[in-house]
């Protein structure tokens, strides 16, 4: 019987049972050295640290000793923006549950302990903050382990997601591997080996995009009246340096690996079968420690099956939401009715049908973009021309097309700057003084800027060269096309998604238009 | 084609990188390096030889041109990131032949600068990507910039040492093992600068790599 992680509002009370033991055992595990591997502080630096940042937000200081040098090697093992950004992480929850449920029946708990998981996506209620996170004391008046003072979301009490950040669209990506040149982002991200420097590509998959990235900047944020583009004004979740040292983090991650678990079993979906991946990386493996002091090395292979050996566990709810399939809403879209045409989910995909990402349009440079921002891209008349005939030819079809017209992306590259807490939502050709929240149907997603500090950094690994961020725009491009519109430009805003995203600034090295298909 | 007059080495090298003839290395001094016949065309077979390098940047540029631009974009950072390997390359062939002790002495600056902060600076630099715009001439423009200056580094980090591979006896095996180091060296991540023999030290760890600063202190603001 595996171990069930359950939903934690599902469990009742504020303080059941599981939730208090999980608050027990994190008060344990901070009493741990540092030196520990099984310590509260040695297993968040696994997912990243920084000496100067952990001194300045409290948790070090100069007398603090550091593990020895083969220890420290397990430290900021983090994967983002990569194909192993999800059995990473799934690897990393398991060690860490199996070392809390080792302390929580140490101290009299029960053996069947399992992580909870935060469902944001569930209903308006789920995106709340758990209350158990948010009180300062626990029922016997003691401090609560689970509290983090250190955590802003957008400034105001409780903490609350914003609607569009717990979209499940990533869950409608048809393939885990991204394209060529990032062209789709793909459910699981870009092929990588465990170094992913600058030369390789660094895009977020979608659902480390949405909700993973965007979730981490709603709820660390940044404090409020500060500077949200100063590293020592944000929250613990908005920067992986830090993010594993509050306690929601480990929910928040068992709720991604459980869409993992929902996406992979969905008709038509599955993950990598490419050596490279299962039996990877081959330029350093993933190694985490257990509660009996080993160090488990494993790889990707050895974390497909939640419930298979090791890991032995599965969710209460893996059930897929019910989403309306992208090809068919395409189609109807494309059909002009409101509803998926009869066959629509016979038609095949661009994603499936193969070929090269094509540019035909792109900004002028840079773009610089702090608060509200507007970006024109120019597109190519040549390639805007077989994009047209493909529409057109998919439209006169009537939603009876075979085959899926062709994809248009919007890709964001190159994102620079220091407020990783930010969270911004793009638009695609709204009004300039315009609400955006009148355009739903013209938001392309949202661009969080989770990471961004360590992409930036010109000595670390991504040479300073920031990250990309893919956004599908078939939709909005349909529609456009539609209407009429000559598709000679684009107009790009980005619109800040909270009060404290407005005094946040980044760089963009280009935003670039790509066609997928013809 | 043999021209042994140092004053016509720039023909000379020209000559030869149009007919790819190898021509005799011009020896002023009776004696001096005597027996060494680099020449163009190995200066040429090095630069096509260190094309795979740029496998990552073509790449690159390829993915960030509209189609019909591609090749241009790729002709105008080729020809562009050729430039200071040319210059180099006329200088080295225009240059007499050095006394053993300054090849010595070379060679000691040549072993410095491996070692140099500065440059892992521009090793550092390599691994930037430019913004590279689509539309217009402002694409030629920015391809040909990021050539240049890829070229510009190239020709910093492993220029000196071409220049005195071209002077020792069997250069080109001396200049084919700059090329193996300097292929070993660009697969390397970005590093703290720092001095360190190429090739050596652990990476830097996470944290290492990135410099961040305390906060300002109140008190002191």
Redesign the interface.
Same mark, same amino acid.
Request: glycine content about 18%; hydrophobic content about 30%; proline content about 8%.
């Given at each position: 019987m595996p171990f069930v992680r359950k939903e934690i509002r599902s469990l009742g009370a504020t303080w059941n049972d599981t939730t208090l033991w999980y608050a027990t055992a994190v008060g344990k595990l901070k009493e741990r050295s540092f030196t520990d591997p099984t310590s509260w502080w040695f297993l968040a630096a696994i997912h990243?640290?920084? *000496? =100067? =940042?952990w001194?300045?937000f409290g948790f070090m200081d100069d007398q603090t000793p550091m593990p020895t040098p083969d220890r &420290?090697a397990l %430290?900021?093992q983090c994967q983002h923006q990569t194909w192993y950004f999800l059995p990473w992480h799934r690897g990393y929850l398991y060690a860490f549950e199996e070392i809390v449920r080792s302390v929580v029946v140490a101290e009299g708990g029960p053996a069947d302990w399992a992580l909870p998981y935060w469902n944001y996506s569930k209903d308006a209620a789920a995106r709340v903050l758990p209350e158990a996170f948010a009180e300062a004391t626990l029922p016997d008046g003691s401090d609560n382990p689970l509290f983090v003072p250190r955590r802003y979301g957008d400034g105001t009490l409780p903490i609350t997601i914003p609607p569009f950040s717990v979209s499940l669209q990533a869950l409608n990506a048809s393939t885990y591997t991204g394209g +060529?040149?990032d062209i789709p982002p793909g459910f699981g991200g870009p092929e990588t080996p465990f170094?992913h420097? *600058?030369?390789i590509q660094t895009a977020n998959g979608a659902v480390e995009s949405l909700p993973h990235n965007v979730i981490h900047g709603d709820v660390g944020g940044a404090e409020p009246g500060t500077d949200p583009n100063? %590293?020592?004004n944000l929250g613990l979740m908005s920067m992986p @340096?830090t993010a594993g040292l509050d306690p929601i983090f480990w929910l928040h991650h068992a709720n991604i690996d459980r869409l993992w678990t929902i996406w992979s079993a969905m008709p038509g979906h599955a993950d990598p079968t490419d050596g490279d991946w299962l039996d990877g990386p081959a330029d350093r493996g993933f190694a985490m420690p257990l509660s009996d002091g080993t160090t488990w090395q494993f790889t990707a292979s050895a974390v497909t099956d939640t419930r298979a050996q090791p890991l032995d566990y599965c969710y209460d709810d893996e059930t897929p939401p019910v989403l309306p399939s992208r090809v068919a809403t395409r189609m109807a879209g494309l059909a002009g009715r409101a509803v998926a045409p009869a066959g629509a989910g016979a038609v095949r995909e661009v994603e499936m049908a193969g070929g090269d *990402?094509? &540019? @035909?349009?792109?900004s +002028?440079?840079?773009v610089r973009v702090a608060g509200r921002t507007r970006a024109e891209v120019?597109l !190519?008349e040549?390639?805007v021309g077989t994009l047209r005939t493909s529409l057109a030819r998919a439209a006169a079809a009537g939603g009876g097309a075979a085959e899926e017209p062709a994809r248009v992306f919007l890709k964001v590259e190159?994102v620079r700057g220091t407020a990783d807490a930010a969270v911004y939502h793009v638009f695609v050709d709204i009004p300039p003084n315009a609400d955006p929240a009148d355009y739903p149907e013209r938001l392309a997603g949202a661009l969080s800027l989770f990471g961004v500090? !360590?992409a930036s950094?010109?000595?670390?690994?991504h040479?300073?060269?920031g990250f990309n961020q893919v956004f599908e725009i078939s939709g909005i491009v349909d529609a456009l096309h539609l209407s009429g519109d000559d598709l000679a430009r684009l107009d790009v805003q980005f619109v800040p998604s909270n009060k404290a995203s407005e005094a946040s600034n980044f760089a963009i090295?280009?935003i670039?238009v790509f066609k997928l298909g013809e | 084609m043999a021209l042994s007059d140092a004053r016509h080495a720039p023909v000379a090298a020209i000559v030869a990188l149009c007919s790819g003839t190898e021509i005799a290395w011009p020896v002023p001094g009776a004696g001096a390096a005597a027996g060494h016949r680099p020449g163009a065309l190995a200066w040429l077979i090095m630069l096509l030889a260190m094309a795979p390098l740029l496998r990552i940047e073509v790449g690159l540029l390829w993915a960030a041109a509209l189609p019909r631009r591609r090749l241009t974009a790729v002709a105008a950072f080729a020809g562009a990131y050729a430039a200071p390997w040319l210059a180099l390359g006329f200088a080295a062939l225009a240059a007499p032949a050095p006394a053993p002790v300054a090849l010595a002495a070379g060679g000691a600056l040549v072993v410095a600068w491996s070692c140099a902060p500065l440059r892992q600076h521009c090793l550092n630099a390599c691994h930037a990507r430019p913004s590279v715009r689509a539309f217009g001439p402002a694409m030629l423009a920015d391809a040909g910039r990021w050539g240049l200056r890829t070229g510009a580094l190239c020709t910093a980090l492993c220029g000196p040492a071409m220049f005195l591979a071209t002077r020792l006896p069997y250069h080109l095996p001396a200049m084919a093992a700059v090329v193996l180091l300097a292929a070993a060296e660009r697969r390397r991540p970005p590093r703290p600068p720092a001095w360190r023999l190429p090739l050596t030290g652990r990476p830097p760890l996470p944290w290492e790599a990135r410099i961040i600063s305390p906060p300002p202190n109140p008190a002191q603001t």
């Open positions: 990243g640290f920084h *000496p =100067v =940042v001194t300045e &420290l %430290w900021s +060529d040149d170094h420097g *600058p030369e100063q %590293w020592f @340096i *990402p094509e &540019l @035909i349009g792109a +002028d440079g840079e120019k !190519d040549a390639g190159g500090s !360590d950094a010109a000595g670390g690994p040479a300073g060269n090295r280009r670039s | -």
